[in-house]
């Protein structure tokens, strides 16, 4: 009767603490966190709700009709970085776009994006900001997905829907460094973060 008695315990106390925390969730919990401390202790590990987000062309994304993992990049047209990212981007798409979803969501609203739209490879989906979002240099909430990072910043979501890592920012030519050393760089960044959830 012990054992029995210790045994539903351990399987009540287990089901208690194995409650997942979702994203916005964890985000708005820490929101007194540096950017370090919000990716290690409050994002990685959380799991996306369900987002249905409008692209550029009217079309709706429900990231819970989803079933493969996902690569979420927030960015900004005013963002050099976020740019100097399409070609790695680009890259990644041809490389393992059958095996993952690519989803670019905008600081800008959608007559801002054409400079994206143009450059970056059509099976990305791409999402503006619409009138009702809420967006500022520091935060930005597309459908209700709260940013809270600097752009471009890139959020690896594996196939349960759980937040893997996070990768900020990207590479830009300055003195010293060419275009060819940036995409170089960017792409071999991105890929070693997407090979996370790739099997």
Known sequence: MKR??????????????????????AVNSCADKSSDELINKCIKGSYLLNY????????????DKIKKPILLIAAAGWSAPAVAQIPAINEMVDMYGDKMEFIVIFWDKKDK????QDRLNPAVKLVPARDGDKVERGNLDISGFVHKLDYPTAYLIDKSKKFTDVLRGAATPSKGVTWDDVNDKNGEDLEAFIQQVIK
């Open 52 to 63: 249905d987000f409008e692209t550029d062309k009217g079309t709706m994304i429900s990231t």
């Open 113 to 116: 994006i054409k400079r994206f």
């Open 4 to 25: 029995l008695v210790t045994l539903l315990l351990l399987v009540i106390t287990s089901s208690i603490f194995a409650q997942k925390t979702y994203y916005n969730q």
